[in-house]
C-alpha cells in the first residue's frame, strides 16, 4: 500500500486495485499513478497478494499450462483480506490486472467475489494489461461491477506490440521461464516481453488528462 498518509487536503482519490504477476500491471499502474496525480488526484494504490504466493516465472511448461487451464475456468486465487476503507473513501476505482485466458486474474476475480458490495455507486476504470485479448475479461468485469451498481467507465487497455504466432510463442515461454532472446530464431520475432515504454509514457500523459476531465 502506498501514499497511506492523509495529507490529500481537498484533492479527489483514486484508489487504484491491482495484481501483477509479471510486473506488466504493476509498470501501468506506476505510471498511470503518476499522470493522475500530476492532474490533481492524490493516489493510493492497493496491490492484491495472492495467500499462496505466486511466482513469476512459473520455471515449468507444465505448470504454465496447468495455469492457463485453471484461470480458463475462471478457478479463483484467494487473496489476503484487504483494508475496506481505502474502496469506502475514494472518488474513483481502479481495477487494474492482466488478462488469464480471456478472463481477469484469479487474485482479481476473488477481489471481485469479496468486496464488489463497495463498489455501489462509484466510478470504476478498468485497465487491462494483455498479450492481445481482452474483450472477455472487460465484458466479465463490465457486468459485476454493473450488478453492484458501479459506474463502470470505458477500459484503458494495454497490449504487447509483437506480432503473432510470435506473441503468443514468446508469452508462453516466458510465463514458463525460458527466455525467448536465447535462441537465436526468436530473438529476431520477439525482441522484449511486456509493453513498451512507449506506451508507459502514453499511458502518463492520457492519465493527466483523464484526471483533468474526471
Ligand atoms: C495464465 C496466463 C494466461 C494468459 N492468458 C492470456 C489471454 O488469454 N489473452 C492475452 O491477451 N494474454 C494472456 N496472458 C498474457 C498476460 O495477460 C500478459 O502477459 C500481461 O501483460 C501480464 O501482466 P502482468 O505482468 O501484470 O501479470 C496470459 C498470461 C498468463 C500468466
Known amino acids: 500500500m502506498k501514499n497511506m498518509n492523509n495529507n490529500r487536503g481537498k484533492k479527489r482519490l483514486v484508489t487504484i486495485v491491482y495484481f501483477s504477476f509479471s510486473t506488466q500491471t504493476a509498470k501501468l ?3 498511470l499513478g503518476k ?3 500530476k492532474g490533481g488526484f492524490h493516489v493510493e494504490s492497493v496491490k492484491l497478494q495472492p495467500i499462496e504466493k505466486l511466482s513469476f516465472p512459473l520455471n515449468s511448461i507444465s505448470k504454465t499450462l496447468i495455469m492457463m487451464m485453471k484461470t480458463f475456468f475462471r478457478i479463483r486465487v484467494p487473496i489476503k483480506q484487504l483494508d475496506e476503507s481505502h474502496l469506502e473513501k475514494a472518488d474513483l476505482v481502479i481495477i487494474a490486472g492482466p488478462t488469464w485466458s480471456y478472463n481477469p486474474s484469479g487474485p482479481v476475480l476473488a477481489f471481485l467475489d469479496r468486496y464488489l458490495h463497495l463498489l455501489k455507486g462509484k466510478k470504476v ?3 487491462i494489461s494483455c498479450r492481445k485479448y481482452w474483450k472477455t475479461h472487460y465484458k466479465y468485469l463490465k457486468k459485476k461491477i454493473d450488478m453492484a451498481k ?3 467507465m470505458a477500459p484503458i487497455v494495454f497490449t504487447h506490440k509483437i506480432k503473432e504466432p510470435w506473441s503468443t ?5 516466458t510465463i514458463a521461464g525460458i ?3 536465447h535462441h537465436s530464431f526468436m530473438r529476431k520475432h520477439y525482441p522484449r516481453y511486456g509493453h513498451t515504454k512507449k506506451q508507459l509514457t502514453e499511458l502518463e500523459a492520457r492519465a493527466k488528462e483523464l484526471a483533468k476531465q474526471l
Open 169 to 173: 510463442i514468446g508469452t508462453f515461454m
Open 35 to 37: 499522470g493522475l496525480e
Open 29 to 31: 499502474v506506476h505510471h
Open 179 to 181: 527466455n525467448p532472446r
Open 125 to 127: 476504470l478498468p485497465v
Open 150 to 152: 458501479g459506474q463502470c
